[in-house]
């Protein structure tokens, strides 16, 4: 039934559609509060969720807690109804994992990507890991609803190509359509998204979906990205601006941007600019923990400034802060732009050091004229699975929920 909930046709067809979506959400849930959110009589909404029910969607948990009578049955869905895969695919790790409706991680496999990862090479290894995950825990194919796909480079999605594949260690991935591709091999629904979307969706699906309907992810990695949860639906943008954010200018006559303009946040902020930054720094004789371990400044990596900050060296701690800084004035406008009720911080500078204390600070610090419009802003989970548990609920909410264009 829930594949048919694709091209709905009858009422019927969409009612259950809108209980399942709700009966997932906020599950264990009694019917007196999907009678009252739907607006549905009792008694249609108790047939709707037989049928549920009869078709093996979702069931009663048995949890409900009696007042006094009979114990109220509790709806949750079924989370072995059916089960997704989601994939990751950069220029470091192929990451494929196993999940049921819950979106929790039943199995798993990465492959570490070198010079024999040639596109076809890395998509048949998707296609024999999907396979064995399938073998491995007895699930036979046609309870897999599809295959979600999640890239942090620009994505051509009617195509199906990834733009510009430069970074990757092996070729074969330009004009490769990964869709038709995993199509061919495995048969089954596919889909690719920016990857920042999805871990924006993963993130909201998997801990704030009950708390709020809006929701702002933000990254700062080698790109400053962000992607937007609006009415609990995931906002998508066919022309690739996910990393608009990053463009935005915080000092008009500041720094000189990769894209030719003056002054944008991706200029201060993002990786690439802060090992700009701390070069130029120990250039101009600044003393620095890097200095002792490197003849020649430029061979010092993002991973080398990583490891400065965990040992605390004054100078990339400076760098940082001021990078933060510029993050936060940048935030702070997204936030007056957007106006969410969460902003979920990502990106690998958050675990480190400093950078998330100090961008949220300033973020928070510009807010504080609409005291009574509280902005919570919260670190990422740091799991590295976080895109690929995406790419799998975007799967899932292909049949149960509705994109906002």
Known sequence: MLKQFVGLTSQKEKSLKH???????????????LTELTGYKHATCVRLLDDLVKAGLVKDNGLGKSSGGRKPLMFVIDPDAFYLIGVEITNLYTTVLLLNLDLHILGGEKLKMDAHCTGEYTLDYVSRTVEELLDQHNIPKEKMLGIGVGVLDPIDQEHGVILNPNLFPAGGWDQLNIIDYLHKKNQTLVMLENGTNLAALAEYRTHYWKETDNLVFVSSDMGIRCSMILHSRLVTNQKEMADAFGHMIVDLHGQRCSCGSYGCLQAYSSLPAIRNEVIQRLKRGQNSFLKEKFIHVEDINFFHILE????EDPLCLEVVKEAAYYFGIGLSNLIYLLRPDIVIFGGTLVPKPLFFEAASDIAQKRMMNYPNSPVQIIKSTTAYNIVAQGAGCMVLDHFTEETLP
């Open 19 to 33: 209980l399942y979506s709700l009966v997932r959400k906020l599950g264990p849930v009694r019917v007196k509060t």
């Open 308 to 311: 400065a900050l965990e040992h």
